[in-house]
C-alpha cells in the first residue's frame, strides 16, 4: 500500500484505503515522494508515501486567487492566505469547483476549507494544527448496455436517474503536532 499524508498526518486509514477527499494540491507548498524502503520511516506503507506540505515559509502575510474553467460546466475558484501569528505562520486555502459531467445525472460540486497553523514554542520545537473540511455532492449516471451506448454515449441510466443516484459526503478532522528536533 501507498500511505497518503498532508502535512504529516496520515490521510489513509489503517486498512490502507485512502480518501482523497482532503487532498488539496492548490494549497500545497510541495509534494514529498518516498519510494519502497525509504516509506518504512512512515510505518506499514510498503508500496510508499506521498506527504504533501503546506508552504509556511513566508515573510509577510500574502494572498493569491486562482480562476479555471472548462469544457461541460467546469470551474473552480481558489483563495490561498498566508497570515502571520507572531513568531507563527498560518494559511488558508478555500476553493469551489463544480463539473455538469458529459453524460446525463453525472454532476459534482466540492468545498474545501483548509487551514494550517505552526508556531515556534522554543528553540527547535514547532506547535502546529490542521483543520479541514470538505463537502463533496455527485450524482452518478450509471451503467449503461452496450445498445444504450451505441445509441447515446451521453445519456444516464434511467434507473438511476428515477433514484436520483448520488453521494453528499461532508468530512472534517482537526491535528495537533508537536515537532521536536533532536540535539546532533
Known amino acids: ?38 516509506s518504512v520511516l512512515y510505518g506499514n ?29 467546469f470551474h473552480r475558484e481558489q483563495g490561498v492566505a498566508g497570515y502571520l501569528l507572531g513568531r507563527g505562520r498560518g494559511m488558508v486555502s478555500v476553493y469551489n469547483s463544480s463539473f455538469d459531467g458529459w453524460r446525463g445525472h453525472s454532476g459534482s460540486a466540492t468545498t474545501s476549507v483548509q487551514n494550517r497553523v505552526s508556531t515556534p514554542l522554543g528553540d527547535g520545537t514547532r506547535l502546529g494544527l490542521l483543520l479541514d473540511f470538505v463537502s463533496n455532492f455527485n450524482r452518478y449516471p ?19 436517474v428515477s433514484r436520483d443516484e448520488r453521494r453528499f459526503n461532508r468530512v472534517g478532522r482537526a491535528a495537533v503536532t508537536l515537532e521536536r528536533d533532536l540535539p546532533g
Do not use: K
Not at 490502507?16 to 488539496?24: C, I, M, N, Q, W
Not at 506503507?45 to 515559509?57: E, I, M, P, Q, Y
Open 1 to 38: 500500500g501507498i500511505r497518503v499524508m498532508t502535512d504529516g498526518i496520515p490521510l489513509t486509514e489503517p486498512d490502507g484505503r485512502t480518501s482523497l477527499d482532503l487532498v488539496d494540491l492548490g494549497g500545497a507548498g510541495r509534494i514529498e515522494v518516498l519510494r519502497s524502503n525509504g
Open 142 to 160: 450509471g451503467a449503461l448496455t452496450q445498445a444504450q451506448l451505441d445509441a447515446d454515449p451521453g445519456q444516464a441510466n434511467a434507473t438511476f
Open 45 to 73: 506503507a510498503s508500496g510508499g508515501v506521498v506527504n504533501l506540505r503546506t508552504a509556511l515559509d513566508f515573510d509577510r502575510p500574502r494572498f493569491e486567487w486562482q480562476q479555471r474553467a472548462g469544457s461541460f460546466g
